[in-house]
C-alpha cells in the first residue's frame, strides 16, 4: 500500500459523499489553523491594547466579531473540503431556518444587543455595574452574553 492509497482510503461512504483520509487530515489541519490564526489575531489585539492605540473595549469587540467570521469561515471551508455544497445545503433548508428564526427570536435579540454593547462601548471591561442590585465589575462581553465578577468572587453571566 502506497501513502497515496492510504489518503484515498474511504472510512464513510454515504450516498455520494465519500469521507477518505486526506479529508480527515484536513480538517485536523483546518482546525489547527483556524486556532492559529485566532491566536494571532488576540496577541496583535493585546499588542494594540498594550501599546495604548486601542480602547481595550472597542479591541475586544473588533476581536469577537473577526471570531466569529474566522469561525463560520472555516467552518464553510470546512463543508466545501468534505465535498458537502454548502449553497445547497442552504436552499434546502430555507424554509426550516425560517420556522428557526421565528423559534429563537429572544436570542436574536440577545444577539444584537451584544453587538450594539460591544460597538457602542457604552459598558466596557473593567467597569463595575449594578444589576438586580447585584454589584459586580464586568469581565468579559460577548455576543449574547457577559460575564460579571461580584466582590465575593463569584461569576455570573448575564444576558446582553
Known amino acids: 500500500m502506497t501513502l ?12 455520494g459523499l465519500q469521507i477518505m483520509v486526506y ?64 449553497t445547497l445545503l442552504l436552499a434546502g433548508s430555507a424554509a426550516l431556518l425560517v420556522g428557526l428564526g421565528l423559534g429563537i427570536q429572544q436570542q436574536f435579540n440577545d444577539l444584537v444587543s451584544g453587538f450594539l454593547l460591544l460597538f457602542e462601548g457604552t459598558v ?16 468579559e462581553i460577548n455576543m449574547r452574553t457577559s460575564e460579571v465578577i461580584t466582590r465575593s468572587r463569584r461569576y455570573y453571566y448575564h444576558s446582553s
Open 124 to 139: 466596557s471591561v473593567g467597569d463595575i455595574i449594578e444589576i438586580d442590585g447585584l454589584v459586580g465589575k464586568i469581565t
Open 23 to 86: 479529508h480527515i487530515l484536513a480538517l485536523v489541519a483546518l482546525l489547527v489553523g483556524t486556532r492559529f490564526i485566532l491566536f494571532l489575531m488576540k496577541r496583535i489585539i493585546k499588542r494594540q491594547i498594550e501599546l495604548s492605540a486601542m480602547d481595550s473595549g472597542r479591541a475586544l469587540a473588533f476581536y469577537q466579531l473577526a471570531k466569529y467570521i474566522v469561525i463560520i469561515a472555516a467552518i464553510i471551508y470546512g463543508f466545501e473540503l468534505v465535498g458537502v455544497h454548502v
Open 4 to 15: 497515496q492509497d492510504f489518503f484515498h482510503f474511504k472510512l464513510l461512504h454515504i450516498g
